[in-house]
């Protein structure tokens, strides 16, 4: 199995990014996908989560209304769309598959990690 994120970079504030988690080995229909960030110096947290078949979304309140996530299940691609981005947001962004689903979007309800892309938001 593995996931691999992709998309980011260096965006000013009020920008906007484009994550891509591609999965391999999986069934990507079978699982709820978080997205999960990691600050410098900072823990780990949940951002968004869809799940697998009537995609309900879930966003974290910072990100509410700047980030949109999307899923397409026959390419094996989960999408995070952000916008306004701002400094706060800088982070490693990391794709997961959930074991209990987007109702536990916390570290420990993660079956498989993929490896992450770094997002650094000047301002």
């Known amino acids: 199995v593995q996931l691999q994120a992709s998309g980011g970079g260096l965006v000013q504030a009020g920008g906007s990014l484009r994550l891509s988690c591609a999965a391999s080995?999986?069934?990507?229909?079978?699982?709820?996908i978080g997205w999960f960030r990691q600050a410098p110096g900072k823990e780990r947290e949940g951002v968004s989560c869809i799940s697998s078949r009537v995609r309900n979304t879930y966003y974290v309140d910072s990100v509410k209304g700047r980030f949109t996530i999307s899923r397409d299940n026959a390419n094996k691609k989960v999408y995070l769309q952000m916008s306004s981005l701002q400094p706060e947001d800088t982070a490693v962004y990391s794709c997961a598959t959930l074991i209990t689903g987007c109702s536990r979007l916390f570290s420990y309800n993660v079956r498989y990690w993929g490896k992450g892309t770094l997002v650094t938001v000047s301002s």
């Open positions: 080995g999986i069934i990507l229909d079978y699982y709820d």
